[in-house]
């Protein structure tokens, strides 16, 4: 197994530009969510998903949008990028009833 | 609201030293608590959680309910143990709320 796969590893972009961070994953998880990480704040949940075509919000949602069309997919979309959003974007994802996380290997985004 | 608090940003200890990351929480219910870990480069992976009651690495944690406090412990510190370390706990909506971090540096 894979586990939870992401990419980009890296970004750039300039303000106001919009991109997609993918996230994949091949374990049957239900239950798929995006943080992101920055220093001194720890990880804020962004979007969450319980099942294809189920999304929800979480802690800081503005500027992002999601979707799950399937379960193995939880793309992450930025709008139009601001400097306030460059971070460290992890994916994870988990067995509902289940509340250990797997996380991804992390995409570090630069707005600049 | 869950609020999950580590004091420490930081904190340094000398190898074969006792290491204790202190971490709070506030939840009304009863929360099932964590801790992950993050090596230099890697992703976050569970090191621990209450309910299991497990030694992973040499490191334990104690869920006091009447202190709110989940604090992670190891006796002897290894140099491979320097790493960030989140708390984090999961209430009623099974949401993982992650406290802000303690980068632990253990010196040789």
């Known amino acids: 197994n894979a586990g939870v796969t992401q990419t980009p590893k890296f970004q750039v972009l300039k303000t106001g530009q919009s991109m997609t961070l993918q996230c994949a994953q091949d374990?049957?998880?239900?239950?798929m969510s995006w943080y992101r990480q920055d220093p001194g704040m720890g990880l804020r949940l962004i979007h969450y998903?319980?099942?294809?075509?189920?999304?929800d919000q979480g802690e800081v949602p503005n500027g992002y949008n999601v979707s799950r069309s399937t379960t193995e997919d939880f793309p992450l979309r930025l709008l139009s990028a601001a400097p306030s959003q460059t971070s460290v974007y992890f994916c994870?994802?988990?067995?509902?009833?289940?509340?250990?996380?797997?996380f991804g290997p992390g995409t570090r985004l630069t707005v600049t | 609201a869950q609020r999950v608090t580590q004091p420490e940003k930081l904190l340094s200890v000398f190898k074969g030293a006792p290491v204790e990351l202190k971490c709070n929480y506030s939840?009304?219910?009863?929360?099932?608590l964590f801790w992950y870990v993050q090596y230099s480069r890697q992703r976050l992976q569970l090191l621990l959680r209450?309910?299991s009651r497990e030694s992973i690495k040499g490191f334990t944690a104690d869920l006091n309910k009447g202190e709110t406090s989940f604090h992670l412990k190891k006796p002897f510190a290894q140099e491979e143990d320097s790493a960030m370390y989140y708390c984090?706990?999961?209430?009623?909506?099974?949401?993982?709320?992650f406290g802000s971090g303690t980068q632990l540096t253990v010196l040789p």
């Open positions: 984090a706990s999961s209430g009623s909506a099974r949401q993982l709320t």
């Open positions: 994870a994802s988990r067995i509902i009833g289940d509340d250990e996380q797997y």
């Open positions: 209450h309910i």
């Open positions: 374990m049957n998880h239900e239950y």
């Open positions: 939840y009304s219910g009863s929360p099932e």
């Open positions: 998903s319980v099942g294809a075509g189920i999304t």
